[in-house]
């Protein structure tokens, strides 16, 4: 209700500018520091209604992690999972697999589903990027569980990938009893196949 007159107050003192019809603060600390000292109950309140007013902006301007964040703060699970997926990808495409394999791991915490297929994506997805910044340990439990996925659903091409994959990462991970038993499993799953 008194926006003006706190807007009024952070633009004398030099915390908030104002720049082409724009209010943004001056640095990105004090933004953290206002928004840590509000209460959990008032952050999901204000984090929603900034989704309900600006969700169509972010994403005409592609801000997928202004979404995120925001997402987070308003416990929107289904909203993070989404567009950490999509910003998932997208960053793995351009080679940032730190930030990918965050993305992918910030989807599985917020994923409240139970569609294996979406299991699947998130898992592989995370496996895939931690094996590409040397997380094999990481990569190998969240492969593991995929392919416990694969497995009740009878699809043998997906298994035996798991099982593929499963191979190389145990290689690289130093373990070749491990690597040479999956490599085995996945060869004799696809034996009988055309």
Not at 18 to 30: G, I, P
Not at 57 to 78: L, P, T, W
Not at 110 to 133: P, V
Not at 169 to 189: C, H, P, T
Request: charged share 30%; glycine share 4%.
């Amino acid at each position: 209700p008194s926006c003006v007159e706190a807007l009024e107050l952070s633009l004398e003192s030099g915390i908030i500018l104002h720049e082409q019809n724009k209010v943004f603060f001056k640095h990105e600390l004090y933004r953290r520091t206002i928004e840590a000292s509000l209460s959990p109950l008032l952050r999901v309140s204000l984090n929603k209604r900034i989704l309900d007013l600006f969700l169509n902006d972010f994403e005409q301007k592609k801000e997928i992690e202004r979404i995120i964040h925001h997402a987070k703060n308003a416990n929107e699970y289904e909203l993070v999972t989404h567009y950490a997926l999509i910003a998932a990808k997208h960053t793995s495409c351009i080679g940032a697999h730190i930030e990918s394999a965050k993305l992918y791991f910030s989807a599985i915490e917020y994923y409240q589903g139970h569609d294996k297929n979406k299991l699947h994506e998130l898992y592989e997805g995370y496996a895939y990027e931690c094996y590409l910044i040397n997380k094999h340990k990481d990569a190998i439990i969240y492969m593991n569980r995929s392919l416990k996925l694969w497995e009740g659903q009878e699809d043998i091409e997906r298994s035996s990938d798991c099982m593929r994959f499963l191979s190389r990462l145990y290689w690289v991970d130093g373990n070749r009893k491990q690597a040479e038993s999956f490599a085995k499993q996945a060869i004799d799953l696809l034996d009988d196949q055309p």
